[in-house]
């Protein structure tokens, strides 16, 4: 038996990231670390080492004498994640979909259920559910290095996958994308879910670029 002992620092870490990724917490002014530590029931000493973490993972930023203040998006972050991401996650997913066995292959299809069901509940938490099903199709690949690596894309990436989404319509053509690359990757066709996904990732960048340049 395996134990998993989780600190609190590592809880906050979650806590915190949630909020950041759901837009509870507003980019461009200052993380109110004592009315957030009272409202977690924690000291600020924790907390403080949870937001150094979430800094190290590029959502939050820290300014001398001033604290922590969520990043705000940017077309150039869009850019860089999203290049990244086509460039990794189209073959890790297609390699993934050669080496799934069937749990995988029944969890790839409950995450894209799960994701509908989001939908349907005026959108609450689809940016994670979008990432679980992104994840649900490389995990399988059985490459630590590159999941770890896709893995912090995705949380990156969580924020704007909200932004793109925003437009009415877009959430009807995402589906349907992501119906496609689930259809060829249950099939193991390696070469049409590399196309797929790329294609995927590439029209949300291109998406956000036309969004973000616009505000």
Same mark, same amino acid.
């Given at each position: 038996?395996?134990?998993?002992?989780?600190?609190?620092?590592?809880?906050? #870490?979650? &806590? #915190?990231?949630?909020?950041?990724? +759901?837009?509870?917490?507003?980019?461009?002014?200052?993380? $109110?670390?004592?009315?957030?530590?009272?409202?977690?029931?924690?000291?600020?000493?924790? &907390? $403080?080492?949870?937001?150094?973490? &979430? %800094?190290? /993972?590029?959502?939050?930023? +820290?300014?001398?004498?001033?604290?922590?203040?969520?990043? =705000?998006?940017?077309?150039?972050?869009?850019?860089?994640?999203?290049?990244?991401?086509?460039?990794? /996650? =189209?073959?890790?997913?297609?390699? @993934?979909? %050669?080496?799934?066995?069937?749990?995988? $292959?029944?969890?790839?299809?409950?995450?894209?259920?799960?994701?509908? %069901?989001?939908?349907?509940?005026?959108?609450?938490?689809?940016?994670?559910?979008?990432? @679980?099903?992104?994840? *649900?199709?490389?995990? =399988? +690949?059985?490459?630590?290095?590159?999941?770890?690596?896709?893995?912090?894309?995705?949380?990156? +990436? %969580?924020?704007?996958?909200?932004?793109?989404?925003?437009?009415?319509?877009?959430?009807?053509? @995402?589906?349907?994308?992501?119906?496609?690359?689930? *259809?060829?990757?249950?099939?193991?066709?390696? =070469?049409?879910?590399?196309?797929?996904?790329?294609?995927?990732?590439?029209?949300? &960048?291109?998406?956000?670029?036309?969004?973000?340049?616009?505000?």
């Amino acid at each position: 038996m395996t134990i998993i002992v989780r600190t609190l620092s590592d809880q906050l #870490v979650d &806590l #915190v990231r949630d909020r950041i990724l +759901s837009g509870q917490v507003l980019a461009d002014q200052p993380i $109110r670390q004592d009315a957030l530590a009272g409202e977690l029931g924690v000291s600020k000493i924790p &907390l $403080r080492e949870a937001l150094a973490r &979430l %800094e190290q /993972e590029g959502l939050v930023h +820290s300014l001398a004498n001033r604290g922590f203040f969520v990043r =705000p998006l940017s077309a150039g972050e869009a850019t860089e994640v999203y290049e990244l991401r086509v460039k990794l /996650e =189209p073959e890790t997913m297609a390699l @993934a979909a %050669e080496r799934a066995n069937e749990a995988d $292959r029944v969890h790839a299809r409950a995450m894209l259920d799960t994701m509908y %069901e989001a939908q349907g509940e005026a959108g609450d938490g689809v940016g994670a559910y979008n990432r @679980a099903f992104h994840r *649900a199709l490389y995990a =399988p +690949s059985r490459q630590p290095v590159t999941i770890n690596i896709l893995d912090r894309l995705q949380v990156l +990436s %969580e924020r704007y996958v909200r932004k793109h989404l925003e437009p009415l319509g877009r959430d009807e053509r @995402a589906n349907q994308e992501h119906r496609d690359l689930i *259809a060829a990757w249950l099939l193991r066709d390696g =070469p049409t879910v590399t196309a797929l996904a790329r294609a995927h990732n590439q029209k949300t &960048l291109d998406d956000l670029r036309q969004q973000l340049v616009q505000r």
